[in-house]
């Protein structure tokens, strides 16, 4: 059973080919889009991100193309 809260948290450089360790939620600190890659290699992008929020998506990639926001961390 996975805990109902984060408790990890790191930095992540959008990449169109590097995986992330999987997240349960993604933050930043700059507002914009963040494009993101699912487990099951669904592509979409969460529009107009603002910092501070914590957006709920299990993601395994943040892509650099169609990603404008900065200083993106992981949580899982």
């Keep these: 059973m996975s805990a109902p809260f984060p408790q990890h948290i790191f930095d992540i450089t959008p990449d169109d ?11 930043v600190s700059a507002a914009g889009d963040v ?3 699912t487990p099951t290699g669904d592509v979409n992008t969460l529009p107009a ?8 998506i299990v993601a ?6 169609g990603t404008s926001a900065a200083g ?5």
């Design 17 to 27: 080919n590097a995986e992330i360790p999987q997240t349960q939620f993604i933050m």
């Design 35 to 37: 494009a993101v890659e």
């Design 49 to 56: 991100c603002q910092p501070g929020v914590q957006y709920a």
């Design 60 to 65: 395994v990639k943040v892509l650099a193309t």
């Design 72 to 76: 993106i961390k992981g949580l899982s």
